[in-house]
């Protein structure tokens, strides 16, 4: 009988051994775009502070395709164990799953928000030889000329565009949206004269405002940027809780365990006050993420917010799913 009692705790013990901790291995960041833009930049860069802290590598794959469908859809059928998660943007997580008749996923169902990395805000800027220098004189001229002012952005129902047609309806200017493919594909035509201005990301076109060659009109933030002190906010010129910007969050598939989620967000606390991390994100001209952001529910919080003006102007521009 003794024997028998002895040779049956190993099978008894079994469920009650410790699960593994977490990390053991690898980690895997999956983004879903192509490598040298921001979510890639901002995944290098926390990546590399993840594996300091937690001792295992942080490994950046790029799967790209579909508007950010692809990788997306990875890491939404990987296993939730804390070792594959998403670089999400608004293209990945709000626009495209608006705009596709029949998403193979639900981001706000199948993926679980860790916390926000940074958000890059947008600016209207304009080329040169135009006579404007502020948001109120956009409006103006653009009622003036029959033909409008051409602005371009990323692509029809991107996060460029949805933005751009909200500040229409708020103020009745005249802007004639140009869509391109993508946001750089913008600066040639503008700086050839053959495009007026283009609504973008701040860092993508900080240079060409510095040196002349292009005047970014408004930053769509909630306080002016340090890299262009001299350049008033949208809300200080007039346009209310006007705020839009590029997010580049971190998430986990739906069912990810709550201490993985912990730890991550632990992690992500301790990158936000770290002063090298600081320094590479005002470089990207990127704001950090606040208390609240770095928190499932405030994440959480944020994404609807996303979603319901992102909703407003889909409806606004009369798109329709596809």
């Known amino acids: 009988m003794q024997r028998r009692s002895l040779l049956a705790l190993p099978f008894l013990a079994a469920p009650a051994r410790a699960q ?11 983004v879903p775009f192509a490598a040298g833009g921001n979510t890639d930049a901002m995944a290098r860069l926390f990546g590399a502070f993840i594996t300091r802290r937690l001792g295992q590598p942080v490994v950046v794959e790029n799967r790209t395709g579909a508007a950010g469908a692809i990788g997306s859809e990875a890491v939404v059928r990987s296993r939730a164990d804390g070792y594959t998660l ?28 860790v916390a926000m990395l940074g958000q890059v805000p947008l600016v209207i800027i304009i080329r040169a030889g135009l006579p404007i220098r502020t948001l109120a004189e ?29 500040f229409k309806a708020a103020t009745g200017a005249n802007l004639v949206h140009v869509p391109f493919r993508g946001g750089g594909a913008t ?20 240079d060409l405002h510095r040196d002349g060659r292009a005047r970014i009109l408004g930053v769509a933030a909630p306080a002016r940027s340090a890299l262009v002190p001299d350049v008033a906010t949208f809300i200080e ?10 997010f580049v969050a971190l998430f986990a598939p739906a069912g990810t365990p709550e201490p993985v989620l912990a730890t991550l967000q632990r992690v992500m606390a301790e990158a936000m006050a770290d002063p ?22 405030g994440m959480q919080a944020y994404l609807r917010g996303e979603r319901e003006k992102a909703q407003r102007a889909i409806g606004i521009a009369g798109l329709k799913p596809e």
Not at 143 to 151: D, K, L, T
Not at 237 to 246: E, L, P, Y
Not at 279 to 291: C, E, I, K, N, V
């Open 86 to 113: 998403l670089l999400g943007s608004p293209g990945s997580i709000i626009n495209g799953p608006l705009l596709t008749a029949q998403p193979r996923f639900d981001p706000f169902a199948d993926l679980t928000p």
């Open 276 to 297: 090298e991390v600081q320094t590479r994100m005002r470089g990207f001209g990127a704001d950090l993420a606040t208390p609240a952001e770095l928190t499932t529910p």
């Open 187 to 206: 600066l040639p035509d503008l700086l050839a004269g053959n495009l007026d201005g283009t609504l973008i990301e701040l860092s993508t076109v900080l």
């Open 237 to 246: 010129q007039g346009q209310a809780g006007f705020v839009a910007g590029s």
């Open 138 to 166: 956009l409006v103006r001229y653009s009622r003036e000329h029959p033909g409008g002012v051409s602005i371009g952005t990323s692509g029809i129902g991107g996060a460029h565009h949805l933005p751009l047609e909200l």
């Open 20 to 30: 593994e901790a977490w990390p053991s291995r690898p980690i895997r960041f999956i």
